[in-house]
């Protein structure tokens, strides 16, 4: 069974950097991908990023590219998403998701508890 657990979330100022750590209890991931989604209140999970565990290609939302940058460490089992210039829209419950490489929150099958991150203007 895989876990995930979320951490680095927090409150800041428009402008912050914030760098969130996504940690798997499994140590190999080949042919999936890790992803990073955010949830608003009263909005849809939409995706953020995502990197292949198998490689270093990475894919972003429009909303943040030039931005955001995501990252890994395999010896750790661990994956970074470093948010530069937070905007107060950027405020939402950060997930990362393991599963199958897409855009798609739905074609991911597990997922952390979220952390919070709220930028205040």
């Known amino acids: 069974q895989v876990q995930l657990v979320e951490s680095g979330g927090g409150l800041v100022q428009a402008g912050d950097s914030l760098r969130l750590s996504c940690a798997a209890s499994e140590r190999t991931f080949s042919n999936y991908a890790v992803g990073w989604f955010r949830q608003a209140p009263g909005k849809e999970r939409e995706f953020v990023s995502a990197?292949?565990?198998?490689?270093?290609?990475?894919d972003y939302a429009d909303s943040v590219k030039g931005r955001f940058s995501i990252s890994r460490n395999n010896a750790k089992n661990t994956v970074y998403l470093l948010m530069n210039n937070l905007k107060p829209e950027d405020t939402a419950v950060y997930y990362c998701?393991?599963?199958?490489?897409?855009?798609?929150?739905?074609?991911?099958?597990?997922w952390g508890p979220g952390t919070q991150v709220t930028v205040s203007s």
């Open positions: 990197i292949n565990w198998s490689g270093d290609s990475t």
């Open positions: 998701a393991l599963g199958p490489r897409s855009t798609l929150a739905a074609l991911y099958n597990y």
